[in-house]
């Protein structure tokens, strides 16, 4: 009965480096959604799942980043050569009816 | 472009008064609106949801309005406690399931 769960909670890395977020849903829930909340900014929307596809990869900041999902469950977020500007909260969502969405922890991802 | 801005950034009021929370945004056609609820390290907490056809939607001291064609919103808040003190969001959904989110209100209540 466990909500959406995010590892790690807390990633440190250096510039450069690529890192890996992973996003465990409410087991059934079909659609996953990553979001990315920047310090003087609000959430913005990255990239969402339908099943394994993703519909809408428009949020996506550039081509460092990119988000796969598999057996309908686990996504995972790479953002490959890390820049400081993608120093941010990165929030994962999963949702039944693709209407109200429950909100994972967080992953706070410091580049230094 | 939807945008969607929230009003004020930050309130600070005794426990016990009643409050207001505003939110715009700029493109009606939306499909629903939310206020959801952020504690400091923690995820978003869903607190109201607004179909595009309703007017308003209310969950004990929480109550929540719409109106779609002027692109406004406002969640009222009845007699305050310390424990409402969070960031409070308001997100609208357009199209393909995607919310975009207000940059928030940050909400003391002082004891």
């Known amino acids: 009965g466990a909500g959406v769960s995010q590892s790690p909670s807390n990633k440190v890395t250096e510039k450069g480096k690529d890192v890996e977020l992973r996003c465990d849903p409410i087991?059934?829930?079909?659609?996953l959604y990553w979001y990315r909340q920047s310090l003087g900014q609000g959430l913005e929307f990255l990239i969402y799942?339908?099943?394994?596809?993703?519909?809408?990869k428009s949020g996506l900041p550039s081509d460092r980043f990119s988000a796969e999902r598999t057996g309908g469950s686990v996504s995972t977020l790479t953002i490959q050569r890390t820049q400081q500007e993608d120093s941010a909260v990165y929030l994962c969502?999963?949702?039944?009816?693709?209407?109200?969405?429950?909100f994972g922890p967080g992953t706070r991802l410091t580049v230094l | 472009k939807q945008e969607v801005t929230q009003i004020p950034a930050a309130l600070s009021v005794p426990e016990g008064e009643n409050l207001v929370l505003n939110c715009s945004f700029t493109d009606s056609a939306i499909y629903n609106l939310q206020w959801f609820r952020q504690d400091p390290g923690k995820g978003l907490t869903s607190l109201l949801l607004?179909?595009?056809?309703?007017r308003e939607q209310t969950s004990g001291r929480l109550n929540a309005s719409l109106d779609k064609s002027s692109g406004r919103s406002t969640l009222y808040i009845a007699a305050s406690q310390p424990g409402d003190s969070a960031t409070y969001l308001c997100a609208v959904e357009t199209s393909g399931s995607r919310l975009t989110f207000g940059e928030g209100t940050q909400l003391t209540v002082n004891p």
């Open positions: 607004i179909q595009s056809s309703q």
């Open positions: 969502a999963s949702s039944l009816d693709y209407v109200k969405q429950f």
């Open positions: 087991s059934g829930h079909t659609a």
């Open positions: 799942f339908q099943g394994n596809s993703a519909p809408d």
